[in-house]
């Protein structure tokens, strides 16, 4: 079977896009390194899929250390690249830290992919990229606004360094993946979500009060022009991110793609507003929230979910798991990584 690379694959989706690209039978190679993830990691995909992925402990910024890796793997066949940082207000304090860890290693990449006679190139993008669009749902053609934060820059910068390289190169085949937000865990609790320090995003935010590690939450803004006035956004399962990739990177392996360089938005179709998780969380746990509404969050859009037609029809995916699918799911791997 196909030796696929995986980098920052002990990661949120990393992990869970392992496990998938396990069972469709695919061998893996975990590239990571280690510093928003945890070796642990490697034993959940192991006792989940009864196969542990081969790894490597390597920053992707040491480029000799990327081409030693090459050279050791030169049968891979396509390449899942994750590994990046993520983290949206570090970014506007560290922006040549967010360039160099995900624009130059991407570029460290791309150059090795030069010298295979095939390579697929699978790279997480982001919702980010839209910025507020104009019009709801957002498709695929939305303009691309210009970016809030240098996380968000190095999404657009990173994409048209992928087309630009596909352009010329046709031994690379590529699909951008635009994720809009991405919760929950495996359904056996033993992967998940495992932010480091104060969590940045909603979900672990609302596990982790309710787990009795933060106080409260707070709410970003009431006041916003939405049903319930609290911003709204398509939050999909990861594991339906995760088996997006194993269908898109198929799709390249399989020479089913329309061009060389594609782009598809993972998302529900659906939004939900911060409310509406929070109740959906409840229901689901049948504890009750502690939060508070506190004033708007600096750069939040009011209002993004995707237009799913063309990861529909093209791609052949949809989304199957509900907001409480994935709440139920969350919380359960909260308590586990508890010991609850
Ligand atoms: C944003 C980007 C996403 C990017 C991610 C990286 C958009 C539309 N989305 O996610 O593409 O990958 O950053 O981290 O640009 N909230 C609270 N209280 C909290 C935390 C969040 O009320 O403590 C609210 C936010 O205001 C927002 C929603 O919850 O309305 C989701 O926030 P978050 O999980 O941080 O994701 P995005 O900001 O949508």
Redesign the pocket.
């Known amino acids: 079977m196909d030796k696929i690379l995986v980098t920052g694959g002990l990661g949120f989706i990393g992990s869970h896009t392992v496990v998938e690209l396990q069972n469709e039978g695919y061998e893996v190679v975990i590239i990571d390194n280690l510093s928003n993830s945890s070796i642990n990691v490697l034993d959940g995909i192991t006792s989940i899929t009864g196969k542990t992925p081969l790894f490597e402990k390597l920053d992707l910024k040491n480029k000799e250390g990327v081409e030693t890796f090459f050279e050791k793997h030169n049968d891979i066949k396509g390449v899942i690249h994750f590994a990046a940082s ?3 207000g570090e970014s506007v304090q560290e922006p040549l830290l967010y360039y160099e860890n995900n624009l130059v290693t991407l570029v460290y990449i791309l150059k090795e992919l030069k010298n295979l006679s095939s390579a697929n190139f699978i790279f997480s993008s ?7 669009a104009d019009e709801l749902p957002i498709t695929e053609k939305a303009p691309i606004k210009s970016a ?1 934060s240098p ?2 820059n190095t ?1 657009q910068v990173g994409e048209e360094i992928i087309r630009d390289t596909c352009k010329v190169t046709p031994n690379i085949k590529a699909i951008a993946l ?6 929950g865990a495996h359904e056996s609790a033993k992967i998940g979500e495992l932010p480091i320090g104060v ?8 596990t982790q009060t309710a787990m009795g590690i933060r106080e409260q ?5 009431d006041d916003y022009p939405t049903p319930d006035g ?4 398509d ?1 999909i399962h990861v594991i339906d991110v995760a088996k997006a990739h194993v269908i898109a990177l198929k799709r390249l392996l399989e020479n089913h793609n329309k061009s060389n360089y594609e782009i598809f938005n993972l998302g529900t179709g659906k939004g939900s ?2 409310l509406e ?1 929070i109740n959906s969380f409840e229901k689901v746990s049948g504890k009750k929230l502690n ?1 508070k509404i ?1 004033d ?2 600096e ?3 009011i209002s ?1 979910y995707a237009d799913t037609k063309k990861a529909n029809d093209e791609l052949g995916w949809k989304s199957q798991l509900t907001l409480d699918d994935a709440m139920r799911s969350a919380w359960k791997w909260e308590q586990v990584v508890r010991g609850k």
């Open positions: 993520k983290a949206v982001s919702c980010t990229v839209y910025g507020q809030e996380y968000g999404k635009r994720y809009f937000n991405p919760i969590p940045q995003n909603l979900v672990p935010f609302i939450l707070s709410v970003f803004g609290t911003c709204i956004r939050y507003s911060v998780v939060y506190v708007r969050r750069g939040d859009v993004a």
